[in-house]
């Protein structure tokens, strides 16, 4: 199965039935990655037994969904979403756990073999101003790991092609990993070099660390025999049959909770034939807006042909739940349930003012927040809102129509992330 834009040179193959990754993405006629996979222990995705593979478009995105059980090692479940648009994947994980069923070395999520072209890399992290560029290691030279996963790492090959491989906004839901006893906190990216010269992303969600486990069983092992023996003892006191058991059984210390997980990450990559371009001789004007927010009816009452605006979404009244926490306050957090109502409104309005125009929207960039609600959790729980940013501009370009040009710039850091260049470009799957 293929999965293209009508008007860009990317492709991305996924293997006909199967519910798994892509196992190519090729840019230019040129494979830029290949195998995207997930894994436990020794066990890839490859030994999934299918149980859904389909694609579907969906509010101006293309979508595949595929799910399917491990058949070797632990048997569990694999459940899989990606949403496709522009030039970015959007991907959701779900994991049902059994119970009782331990992990032996660890699990990943999303790994991927990128051509041996790609030559240096920056992070990208909430203390991060501008790209730190680091060369990718050689053949043979030891890998290189990031712990805790950076929330996203942009890659560049010697053609000058970027891919960008990053989480979701759950950054909470990666640093904690998996509900085991000795799982938490235990996610890293280790990047390193094929003998045959490709690049390695594996991304590991969670690690057992055989050393600590043996240790840690061996010291509850021991708890145990204690126990035993001061039974036995006790009831040879008190002239009753020892009815304890002869054999004590290990400990399991690398055994996740069982109950479904879910986890959430994309990728992106370049492509310059779809950055948006305000049209030559248009001069924005300052959308007119009400204290509430709304476009302004009075201001708008006259239809024109193409009407050109300026949005500044700083301005708008968010409400201070809906802002991000720390040292950004002011900026609205787009994973906000307000900020984002606010903005899709504003968007019905102007579909519904002008079959085509332009719109060029200031301050829709990135940004780090703790504010629990906006994750619908209770805590605080940390987030970033690139994925939520996507997925915003992908439903107004569904909206809007072909008609209008939509224009979203960016600046510093966030002008090198291959997700963010294309912004506001035809998303290439709009159902109309």
Not at 65 to 88: S, Y
Not at 135 to 153: E, Q, R
Not at 344 to 372: H, K, V, Y
Not at 407 to 428: D, K, N, R
């Amino acid at each position: 199965m293929e999965i293209s834009h009508p008007h860009a040179s990317w492709t991305l193959l996924y293997e006909n039935g199967r519910g798994t990754g892509p196992q190519k993405l090729q840019l230019d006629g040129k494979t830029l990655f290949s195998f995207m996979h997930c894994r436990i222990d020794d066990v890839s995705d490859d030994a999934l037994e299918s149980t859904q593979a389909h694609h579907f478009h969906k509010s101006g995105m293309a979508v595949f969904e595929g799910a399917g059980q491990f058949t070797q090692g632990a048997p569990v479940r694999l459940r899989q979403i990606h949403r496709i648009a522009v030039n970015t994947v959007r991907l959701t994980y779900d994991l049902s756990w059994p119970k009782a069923t331990s992990l032996l070395k660890g699990l990943e999520l999303g790994s991927v073999i990128l051509s041996p072209s790609f030559r240096r890399f920056f992070v990208v992290t909430p203390e991060s101003q501008a790209p730190q560029w680091r060369d990718l290691p050689a053949p043979g030279a030891p890998a290189v790991n990031l712990s805790p996963l950076p929330a996203a790492v942009v890659l560049e090959n010697d053609r000058g092609q970027r891919f960008e491989y990053g989480l979701g906004d759950d950054l909470w839901r990666w640093h904690q990993g998996l509900n085991g006893d000795y799982l938490h906190a235990t996610a890293r990216l280790e990047i390193s070099r094929t003998s045959g010269g490709r690049v390695a992303l594996r991304r590991w969600l969670a690690e057992c660390d055989s050393d600590l486990e043996a240790k840690l069983a061996e010291a509850a092992n021991a708890k145990l025999r204690l126990a035993a023996l001061q039974r036995a003892n006790e009831a040879l006191k008190n002239g009753e049959e020892d009815t304890s058991e002869a054999n004590v059984p290990t400990v399991p210390v690398s055994q996740p909770m069982q109950r479904d997980y879910r986890f959430t990450a994309y990728f992106s990559w370049s492509a310059p034939e779809l950055i948006p371009v305000v049209p030559a001789g248009v001069s924005p004007s300052p959308l007119p807006l009400s204290k509430h927010g709304d476009c302004d009816r009075s201001a708008l009452a006259e239809p024109v042909n193409t009407p050109a605006f300026l949005l500044d979404l700083a301005t708008l009244p968010f409400l201070d739940a809906s802002r991000r926490s720390g040292k950004a306050t002011g900026k609205p957090c787009w994973k906000s349930n307000q900020a984002q109502s606010l903005f899709r409104r504003i968007i019905r309005q102007l579909s519904d003012f002008a079959p085509e125009g332009t719109l060029i929207l200031q301050n829709l960039a990135p940004g780090w927040c703790d504010t629990g609600t906006h994750e619908n959790r209770k805590r605080a729980a940390r987030h970033w809102d690139l994925c939520a940013i996507l997925d915003q501009i992908a439903w107004a370009r569904q909206i809007l129509g072909s008609g209008w040009c939509l224009v979203a710039p960016q600046t510093g850091l966030w002008a090198e992330l291959p997700s963010l260049s294309c912004l506001g470009a035809e998303s290439g799957f709009r159902v109309v």
